[in-house]
């Protein structure tokens, strides 16, 4: 000490380091350790027991090395060690004596990896990234490349695979110095000890877990890495493909297609799997959805579940579909000019319709016509001199359907075949649909009759209802009717009772407790108005009622179908009242057929 303190500014010092263990006196450099954590084969004492990351080096009786990280403090990845448990873990590995070097968030383990060219992390840091340090220690080769194969480097050298999932490896030649080499233009040759695997290194996992070795061979040397196969995941997960983003829930809008994926890991290390590696099972209600994972919602609003598994483990999350509920039908803009038929279809939502949703029709008869995705065009027939009716209908995907029709030729007056319809005022009604066969009239002193003001029978109306449906009575004639009043149905009009009865139209009534067709009864308007209702196609309007001031006197079988009718402007009422009991005439059945047609 006193020749230290004797020693004056710019002085030349030498001083010579000697260790008691030769082996220390020819250190050049050193870092320094926290904790022996292993002395001789054995743990000491009272080192930290509280989990962190840690970094420690461990050295064999034969003087290998091992340099040895575990992550820490990341939830759902790994919670750490304490100090006695990595010196136990590196006594299990063999080594006799151990110190650990600083932790937590500067542990951090990285290597060149001979496919990649470029040094790289292989933990997690805790910190999410390498945390800035004063030193560190790196493991350099001192050899020379020698350009002699010496091995054959399979990427990635540590794999863990699902059960019946595939995995692409790759392969490049590393010479004999631990250099890579070139290895364009060289063919591996591949094999798996269980799994199957191609000439271009793609490996299927077997059914059955267990280890797996892949092989590859090139130029006399080879390589091999061991895959661990993994039958039962510990936790899957359900993502969205697009966002990555786990899912708890799924809610989606009717008939929306997403694609998504599933993973899986194991002791918190990810396994490589694909969407066919498991099993996808979605309530029926809600959707359908492919091996892959992709589901196309259902087209009305449901609640169910999704549940994907792998092996025995499997996870479900709930799944809401919600269909904006479309009431409002087509609009149909339909115009005739010289011939020339057109019609323009108005949709609220952005579905395009097909030929398929459309129709067109001149006086009940489908007539062909050709649809460009924006309008139809068709060329009428040449046409009769008298009223004809032309319509057009429209269904969009939600079931709606739009109706529009023309009257052809009404700026012409016909002569009425009824001595009692002229200047009536539904003689133009009566004329057409007696020209289309579905009204004939009576014989009488004066001549032919229709006697518009007569309130109308319900066997009358079975017959005015099936010629207007096209449909001959008397093909029906051997149908079997249950009515009890079978014998009180006039002649002319029982076929037409037994098609309506057989098409489901007409049902009876009771009377005193028997089942009834009640043919020579006045037929009511609501009656009247629920046979008509049960002749049109599903997926009209449906009108409110409420306006109407005997709504409250419709009878509930009535209801739907004289909103249908209201809706089509088929019935209008008089001063606020539909007088649902009241009978209907002859003359405004005709109107409401006319309309109809």
């Known amino acids: 000490v006193s020749e230290l303190s004797s020693l004056l500014p710019g002085e030349t010092v030498d001083f010579d380091i000697v260790c008691a263990d030769s082996r220390w006196n020819h250190v050049t450099q050193a870092l320094g350790a926290m904790d022996r954590i292993l002395i001789d084969g ?51 590995l063999g080594c006799m004596n151990a110190v650990a070097l ?134 899957l997960n359900i993502l969205d493909q697009a966002t990555k983003s786990p899912l708890k829930s799924l809610n989606l809008a009717a008939e929306q297609i997403v694609d998504l994926t599933a993973t899986a890991s194991y002791r918190t290390l990810a396994l490589a799997a694909q ?48 269909a904006v509920i479309d009431t409002t039908p087509p609009t149909i803009t339909l115009t005739s000019e010289n011939g020339t038929v057109r019609a323009t279809i108005t949709e609220n939502s952005s579905s395009a319709f097909t030929a398929e949703q459309l129709t067109l029709s001149l006086d009940g008869n489908a007539i062909p016509f050709t649809w460009d995705g924006t309008a139809l065009t068709a060329t009428l027939p040449t046409l009769s001199n008298s009223l004809h009716r032309l319509t057009a209908t429209a269904i969009d995907e939600s079931g709606n359907l739009g109706r529009t029709s023309l009257t052809l030729n009404s700026d012409q007056t016909y002569p009425t075949p009824f001595v009692d319809m002229s200047g009536h005022w539904a003689e133009s009604y009566t004329t057409y649909l007696n020209q289309l066969g579905v009204i004939s009239g009576m014989e009488s002193k004066e001549g032919l009759i229709f006697q518009p003001n007569q309130s109308i029978t319900r066997g009358d109306f079975a017959l005015m209802t099936a010629r207007f449906m096209n449909l001959n009575p008397d093909d029906f004639s051997a149908v079997i009717l249950p009515f009890s009043d079978i014998a009180q149905i006039p002649n002319w009009s029982l076929n037409a009772v037994k098609a309506m009865y057989d098409k489901g139209i007409m049902k009876g009534s009771q009377i005193n407790g028997q089942l009834c067709a009640n043919a020579n009864a006045n037929i009511s308007r609501a009656e009247a108005m629920t046979i008509l209702g049960r002749i049109q196609p599903a997926g009209y309007p449906k009108a ?53 047609r």
């Open 42 to 92: 054995a743990v000491p004492t009272g080192l930290s027991t509280s989990p962190a990351p840690r970094t420690a080096i461990g050295v064999k009786a034969d003087g290998t090395v091992l340099f040895y990280t575990i992550d820490g403090r990341q939830k759902g990845l790994s919670i750490g060690a304490s100090l006695t448990q990595v010196g136990t873990r590196l006594a299990e």
């Open 102 to 235: 600083d932790g937590g968030g500067s542990t951090s383990l990285g290597i060149t990896a001979l496919d990649q060219g470029v040094f790289s992390l292989i933990n997690s840091p805790s910190d999410g990234k390498a945390r800035a340090v004063t030193n560190a220690l790196f493991l350099v080769s001192g050899t020379a490349p020698t350009g002699t194969p010496g091995s054959v480097y399979i990427a990635p050298p540590r794999t863990m695979i699902l059960n019946n999932s595939s995995f692409r490896f790759t392969a490049s030649m590393v010479d004999s110095g631990y250099y890579p080499m070139d290895s364009t233009g060289t063919t591996f040759t591949w094999s798996a000890l269980h799994g199957s695997i191609t000439a271009d290194g793609q490996y299927t996992a077997p059914p059955t877990g267990g280890y797996d070795e892949i092989t590859a061979t090139a130029h006399g040397v080879s390589g091999m890495v061991g895959v661990q196969l993994v039958p039962t995941p510990d936790i």
């Open 275 to 322: 969407d066919t590696s498991f099993t996808w099972k979605l309530d029926p209600a809600v959707g359908t959805i492919t091996p892959e994972g992709v589901m196309t919602a259902a087209k009305t609003s449901a609640s169910g579940s999704l549940t994907v598994s792998a092996g025995s483990r499997s996870v479900s999350i709930p799944v809401t579909v919600t």
């Open 544 to 596: 409110a009622l409420d306006a109407y001031k005997d709504a409250a006197t419709i009878p509930v079988f009535a209801q739907p179908y004289m909103q249908v009718l209201i809706s089509l402007q088929v019935v209008s009422g008089s001063d606020g009242f539909l007088r649902p009991s009241d009978p209907v005439s002859r003359s405004e059945v005709s109107k409401m057929l006319f309309t109809l």
